[in-house]
Each structure stands twice: as structure tokens, then as C-alpha cells.
């Protein structure tokens, strides 16, 4: 099955991508799409190729190329996806959604497909796994946890290039408004809800 070729290939094809973005990140992706996909009644076989190309290309966050990952992905997405048995408007579908689900695009993806992968990449941001990949880009971009003198952005505009922390308030918390279907948005407030804990374990720790 091309499905299976395909994963060895992506696996091969991203091994020094930073650990927000690698291999398992794709594989929790997918698991979130598949969950959506059934309930939202989401062509399957569109949406795992989307999923399993849609970091092909990936530039660490410091890297001024980063915001057009989504476009490389989708460009290389077409070359790839030649090779493995899909016709020419599934491989349409599948880079147009490669494309349209990066945040920093602003964009809502014209298909199902493309919204459920959207949806399925937010949620990987979100949560116990999205605080962890949190933390790991921040260390990654040498940043600071937090702002000594006002960590929780009460009083300022989060800033999320200099302290990891801003980053919950530039971006993560505001995610659930953002969902495109509905069983995206019930599983993001699920997820942010615990975020909020964790903050809130936070203050009573520094």
C-alpha cells in the first residue's frame, strides 16, 4: 500500500527536524485527523497524505524562511505525491491543504480535508504534548521562560520571541476560537482547560 511507502519516506525525508516537528508529531497529528475525520465525515485516504506531508519542509521558528514552510511543503507535497499512485486533483486537494493549515497564513482551508488537517495540527499544540513542544522550541531558540517582571502578560503585549511563556498568550489560548469543526473545538477547549492549570500552577510556583 503507497501508504506505507509513504510514511518510510516522510520519516527518511524529516529525521533532523526539531523535536516539535518530527516524526511523532506527525503520527499525533494523524491520530487527531483520524478521530476528527470519522466524526466530521472527512475523506480519509486525502487527509492522512496531507497529514504525513504537511512538514515536509520545516524551518526552526528563528529562521525568516519559517513562515514559508506551508508553501515549500505543499510544492515539494506535489512531487512526492506523483510517485505514489494519487491522480492529479487528489494531489490538488492534498497541497492545497498542505498550504492553507499554517497558522501564520491566516488562511481557512477551502475543503474538509484541509480544515481537518488544520484542526488536527492546532490540537497537537494544545494541552500536556503542547506545553512540552512549547518548552522544547523555547529552549531550542535559547529563549527565557518567562518575564521577570511580569511573566503572565497582565500588563503588556505578549511577546513570544523573547520569552517562552508569552507564547500561551500570543497564541496557544486563543487557538480554540480558531477551530474550524465542531469535534476540533471540543477537544481544544478540553486541552486548554488544562493549560490553565498548569498556569496557574505556575504563579504559585514563582
Not at 475523506?43 to 497529514?51: G, K, M, S, W
Not at 529563549?143 to 517582571?149: L, M, S
Not at 497582565?154 to 486563543?174: A, C, I, V
Request: charged share 35%; with cysteine.
Amino acid at each position: 500500500m503507497e501508504f506505507k511507502k509513504l510514511r518510510e519516506h516522510v520519516k527518511k525525508k524529516i529525521g533532523q527536524n526539531d523535536s516539535a516537528h518530527d516524526f511523532e508529531h506527525i503520527m499525533r497529528v494523524l491520530k487527531n485527523a483520524t478521530i476528527i475525520a470519522r466524526k466530521e465525515k472527512g475523506d480519509i485516504r486525502i487527509i492522512t497524505a496531507a497529514v504525513l506531508l504537511h512538514d515536509i519542509v520545516s524551518y526552526p521558528k528563528s529562521d525568516p524562511r519559517s513562515k514559508n514552510s506551508s508553501v515549500e511543503s505543499a510544492q515539494e507535497s506535489r512531487k512526492i505525491l506523483k510517485k505514489y499512485n494519487f491522480s492529479q486533483d487528489e494531489i490538488e486537494v492534498i497541497s492545497d491543504a498542505i498550504k492553507d493549515h499554517s497558522f501564520s497564513r491566516s488562511v481557512i482551508p477551502k475543503t474538509l480535508e484541509g480544515r481537518i488537517l488544520q484542526d488536527a495540527d492546532r490540537l497537537d499544540a494544545l494541552g500536556a504534548i503542547g506545553i512540552a513542544r512549547t518548552f522544547s522550541v523555547g529552549g531550542a531558540e535559547k529563549r527565557p521562560f518567562y518575564n521577570n517582571n511580569d511573566p503572565f502578560c497582565s500588563k503588556r503585549t505578549p511577546d513570544d520571541k523573547s520569552w517562552t511563556l508569552d507564547h500561551f498568550y500570543k497564541k496557544l489560548l486563543l487557538l480554540e476560537k480558531t477551530m474550524n469543526t465542531s469535534a476540533g473545538k471540543i477537544e481544544a477547549r478540553k486541552r486548554i482547560k488544562m493549560m490553565r492549570k498548569f498556569l496557574d500552577e505556575l504563579k504559585k510556583e514563582i
